[in-house]
């Protein structure tokens, strides 16, 4: 590690981050500018209008310029909705985070632009929550978190974006190569030549000439802002003395200067214009796509010049990692931040993998990127790698070193399963190889999907309705079908089947709710820095959300906590229907008591076969659960007019979905967390060792889900040697050849992870891997840090 990174590394630790209210402040002021304007000629002036006056400078070591918020560290309030109240505000200034009296007046004096105009999501969401069927479901938690009321949902404050305005494509993997190799000119030049084609001969011309109208506004504002950032650097250049650091400022200058106008020339150019489209469309998660293949002519064509060396590129790398340290991001209220624990943010970084023609991609930018992450050890950007049958043992090596320093990263995931699940839903298989990854793990296609919505569903809460006949025991109102009294069940097959009645339900719904926000989000969200690049994003002549894209996910539906009920019915069936040691009555007795009276009872629950130790009875009901839940996506039906897509991850939303869930027959407690992950075995319930845990996912069909997130904690023992090393790639090489879709790991002790809550101050920089992405220990809820806690410490026999 240079002196350079060393410096901007420390750099990082604050001990508070500032909120900022410029951008809030700047596009509602354009918006009021603009007002009667159609919405997409208003956001592209106000992207406009904030790219022209916001504050920008040049830090005094950085190779990559473009500050993320008007202040160093700081967090820009959101500008689309109204800042926290006071009181959720307060809560959260008590923690990492600081404001100004100037910015929280600014940011007050802003709240009146919201009052009953109807111009927040929430509030046009809230008009289809009918109060006899869609808002009982919408506050029950079923899915994560629950509303508490229909103008303000999950939360309206927010804090931590890019320079952009587009808030509901987060799950959207740019076509980066496209960008870089390009510049964005040419797309620019591409939408005044479609402009001017236009003739307005039926209705579609019209909305197709206001979206390239919107697309010239917004780019040739980015435009203005490379030059402004080239301007920074020559001015910065002008007042430095030391010459080494005045001639980097002015190469810096220089490519500002042309990629603002031309395509990258080089390796420095390419990253450089990475950075700036990157934070024109961050929020909390924008992934970096296929890193390693999109940036490798450029390394080639330096390398191979003399212009630079191995350590140089390390460095511009390691200089990106820190600059996507510098974006921190807090969503919206309490509970909405408990699904979200530790600043969670995805920016997914994929390296390795196939070719278009099946053959291995790696190359020697994807050893740099993991040596970067060793010399930089910081939770973000996260890292991927793609496994196949003829990926490098080298590179699998190399990474589980990186592995073995705690870090959480690299993530492991199955090319043989991504993608077959492509090809089996019609995608041409050259096209299915070049997948990258959104958020956690979330199958994308660069340029030719988007994902927009992606709920936290509550599977246990539905087991939980379903034990009470279609009851919300906390409301007693009745907001699923009538399946039966718990006492009345006279086999296992027909409580399973009442519980599946009630989930198809639900899912029903759930789809339901997605539509509604993907319409919403078509009305209210346009945002055509990201539809101007994505692929055909000039000649359709539409926002990314008004069209069908070629692989269609804009809708998943996931399940958390499923696990749970596998686990749950395998109790049912062991202990009421094969063994006899209780009634139905008797087991929901003890459940509606919390097992209070019923410790026996609870002690034979707690010890029925438990998912991950290779029982075929429970590993069967998962298998079956997994598989009822991707086949009843397929007979729903997107705005889109294609099937949502199954998915699984968890980030955090099993701690707060599980508070709110009563006792399970499982032996988990009421308020008890649910088991992360999705494939992964509840927590301290594996008792046979890593493979044994992975023999039972394997029994999964991975290939339908769009993802599949699979934790697994090591004792750092576990990789005490080269063997050992060598043991967990091939136990990684085999899960991902084999069925398996994704694997993760945490290597930390338990020792240390009690002392970091005793004090936190002395392990500030203890990484862990949560559920998809890594973070420092301390920044979570202490429901989620004794969760990673209770996880089993696996060692390789």
């Known amino acids: 590690m240079t002196d350079r990174i060393k410096r901007m590394q420390a750099a990082l630790k604050v001990d508070k981050f500032p909120f900022c209210a410029e951008k809030a402040k700047l596009v509602i002021e354009s918006w009021k500018k603009h007002e009667g304007l159609p919405a997409i000629l208003s956001r592209a002036h106000a992207t406009a209008d904030y790219l022209d006056h916001r504050t920008i400078y040049v830090d005094e070591d950085e190779l990559i310029v473009g500050n993320v918020a008007s202040k160093p560290m700081g967090l820009e309030a959101s500008c689309w909705g109204p800042f926290w109240d006071d009181d959720d505000l307060d809560s959260i200034l008590e923690g990492n985070y600081t404001i100004s009296d100037e910015d929280r007046k600014t940011l007050r004096s802003l709240d009146s632009f919201w009052d009953g105009q109807d111009r927040q999501m929430y509030e046009w969401q809230g008009r289809f929550y009918d109060d006899e069927r869609m808002w009982p479901f919408i506050r029950s938690g079923i899915l994560c978190p629950p509303w508490t009321s229909k103008v303000k949902g999950r939360g309206s404050g927010g804090a931590g974006f890019g320079w952009g305005l587009g808030i509901g494509l987060s799950f959207f993997v740019p076509d980066y190569g496209k960008i870089v190799t390009e510049g964005i000119h040419k797309t620019l030049d591409e939408a005044k030549e479609e402009l001017r084609q236009i003739r307005y001969v039926d209705d579609d011309s019209f909305d197709k000439a206001m979206y390239l109208q919107a697309v010239v506004i917004a780019l040739e504002a980015m435009v203005r802002m490379y030059h402004r950032y080239g301007d920074a650097c020559l001015e910065a ?57 999109y940036m490798y002519p450029f390394y080639q064509k330096d390398i191979a010049g003399g212009v630079l060396t191995d350590d140089d590129v390390v460095e511009l790398i390691e200089c990106l990692r820190i600059k996507i340290m510098q974006f921190n991001f807090v969503s919206g209220n309490a509970k909405q931040r408990d699904k979200w624990a530790g600043m969670a943010r995805w920016h997914n970084f994929v390296i390795g993998g196939v070719d278009k023609d099946g053959n291995d991609a790696s190359n020697e930018l994807s050893y740099l990127i993991l040596r970067a992450a060793d010399e930089v050890r910081t939770p973000q950007f996260t890292i991927t ?121 639900f899912m029903g719904m759930y789809n339901e709710e997605h539509n509604i926000l993907i319409r919403v989000t078509r009305a209210v969200n346009c945002d055509v820095v990201h539809s101007a690049f994505a692929y055909d994003g000039i000649k359709c002549g539409k926002d990314i959300m008004d069209r069908k894209m070629p692989y269609e996910n804009a809708s998943l539906l996931n399940p958390v906590g499923m696990i749970s009920v596998a686990n749950s019915l395998a109790a049912v069936k062991k202990l009421v229907f094969q063994d006899q040691v209780c009634t139905m009555e008797e087991l929901f007795q003890a459940i509606e008591a919390d097992w209070e009276g019923h410790e026996e009872l609870h002690k034979r629950c707690v010890a029925a076969p438990k998912f991950g130790n290779g029982d075929d009875l429970v590993d069967d009901i998962a298998a079956d659960l997994y598989r009822f839940w991707a086949n009843s996506c397929n007979t729903f039906t997107t705005v889109y007019g294609v099937p949502p897509r199954p998915t699984g991850i968890s980030i955090t939303a099993h701690a707060p979905g599980g508070s709110y869930t009563c006792a399970t027959p499982d032996g988990r407690h009421a308020g008890d967390t649910l088991p992360d992950g999705v494939a992964s075995p509840a927590q301290g319930t594996d008792r046979k ?6 023999c039972s996912a394997m029994k999964i069909n991975q290939d339908p889900f769009n993802a599949m997130l699979l934790n697994m904690k090591l004792h750092p023992t576990a990789l005490g040697s080269e063997d050992d090393i060598h043991k967990l790639g091939a136990l990684i090489r085999t899960y991902l050849t084999n069925g398996g879709k994704h694997i993760q790991f945490n290597v930390v002790d338990n020792e240390t992870l009690h002392k970091a809550q005793e004090k936190p101050q002395d392990y500030r920089d203890l990484v862990v891997r949560v559920a998809g992405y890594s973070t420092y220990f301390t920044l979570l809820t202490k429901a989620v840090q004794d969760e990673i806690i209770a996880r089993t410490e696996n060692r390789l026999s």
Request: net charge negative; hydrophobic share 40%; with cysteine.
């Open 689 to 694: 060792g890593p493979t044994v845990s992975l």
């Open 385 to 505: 790698l793609r496994v196949h049958d003829k990926t490098p043992e080298k590179l699998i090596q190399k990474a589980l070193e990186l592995v073995k320093t705690g870090l959480g990263m690299p993530a492991f995931v199955s090319d043989k399963s991504y993608i077959q699940g492509l090809v089996d839903q019609g995608v041409p298989l050259e096209e299915a190889r070049d997948y990258a990854l959104a958020g956690c793990l979330d199958l994308n296609l660069p340029g030719k999907s988007r994902i927009n919505a992606l709920g936290m569903f509550i599977v246990p809460k539905v087991l939980d309705i379903t034990m009470h006949n279609g009851i919300m025991r906390e409301t007693g109102e009745r907001i699923g079908p009538e399946t039966g009294e718990m006492k009345d069940f006279a086999s296992y097959e027909d409580f399973e089947a009442a519980f599946k009645k009630q989930l198809y339900h």
């Open 237 to 293: 250049a002008a007042r430095c003395a030391e010459p080494k650091r005045r001639a980097e400022l002015e190469q810096m200058a220089d490519t500002c200067h042309w990629i603002a106008e031309k395509p990258s020339r080089g390796f420095r150019d390419a990253i450089q214009n990475f950075w700036f489209y990157w934070m024109m469309i961050t929020h909390g998660t924008v992934p970096g796509g296929r890193f390693d293949q």
